[in-house]
């Protein structure tokens, strides 16, 4: 089996033609399974409804997304304890060329994986991390989504992998702070968090959402704007989110030491209580 599935059956291909391989004319969610079931399913809706408006394709029938996303689940080979789906959704096969009109219907194909869990000495003591020398361009007209083009988070991570770190923190055009290369990043400052703003570039990760939310529901406000190289390097403490791991410290980057704080730890505390039990530690 391919691990790969269109409509509830097992599929090994696509079409040479659809513009996701043409043209990288789609998106994309990547989400945690957990005891079977698609965690934060909910917000991964939310922000493909958002891309699909964006981009001009239909969105899916969302009854029938969770139900194809659950047949890939029962079908795959892989454990339904800890594991991960990708949906992946385009605008399918049309004439050559860039335009296509708009709406276009959706072509979708689900795809489940393993996934290893993360050690727990990370969510202790934290991981290492780089600078990424590459830059997010800005002003993106896809900015906050999860667009099949990630062009730039594959030169950011092909960074990580040669200076073997576990992930690549990335600055805009601008020298500002944006996010990882798969990740969102929340720092302290002055007993505040904060989180970059994404209105220029970057993903919207929907364990960034979900904490903000989940931090709100405990009366703790997230500052939401743009964050300089500077005051990157002077913060306190940092963490990052992603729909994967939850939230992990970071101990250090690119020469900065780092020791897991309060904050940090009240908030992967919030989201164990929320679910999110790989920071219950």
């Known amino acids: 089996m391919s691990g790969w599935y269109r409509n509830g059956t097992s599929v090994d291909s696509i079409p040479i033609d659809d513009r996701a391989v043409q043209y990288g004319d789609g998106l994309f969610e990547t989400i945690a399974i957990r005891a079977g079931k698609p965690r934060l399913f909910d917000l991964h809706l939310e922000r493909l409804e958002r891309g699909c408006v964006v981009l001009g394709i239909e969105m899916p029938d969302a009854s029938k997304l ?12 892989e454990t339904p304890a800890h594991s991960v789906a990708k949906i992946v959704v385009s605008s399918g096969v049309s004439q050559r060329g860039y335009g296509r009109k708009k709406p276009s219907p959706a ?9 290893r869990p993360v050690a727990a000495e990370s969510y202790r003591e934290g991981v290492n991390t780089i600078l990424c020398t590459t830059r997010l361009a800005v002003y993106s007209a896809t900015a906050g989504l999860k667009s099949l083009n990630r062009i730039e988070q594959v030169l950011g991570r092909s960074e990580c992998l040669t200076g073997d770190a576990f992930e690549g923190l990335m600055l805009d055009a601008e020298e500002r702070l944006i996010c990882g290369t798969m990740s969102n990043v929340f720092i302290a400052v002055d007993k505040t968090i904060v989180t970059p703003s994404l209105d220029r570039c970057g993903v919207e990760g929907v364990m960034r959402s979900f904490a903000i939310q989940s931090l709100a529901a405990e009366g703790i406000e997230v ?3 743009d964050v300089a190289l500077d005051e990157f390097r002077d913060c306190e403490e940092v963490f990052l989110t992603n729909s994967q791991f939850g939230a992990l410290p970071i101990r250090q980057c690119d020469g900065k030491t ?7 730890r009240e908030v992967t505390a919030i989201l164990a209580r929320n679910g999110i039990t790989e920071c219950a530690l």
Do not use: W, Y
Request: proline share 6%; charged share 15%; glycine share 6%.
């Open 66 to 77: 969770e139900n194809d996303l659950a047949s890939a689940i029962e079908q795959s080979q």
């Open 107 to 115: 072509s979708v194909v689900i795809g489940v994986f393993p996934s």
């Open 223 to 225: 500052s939401v704007r």
């Open 258 to 264: 780092l020791v897991p704080g309060r904050l940090t």
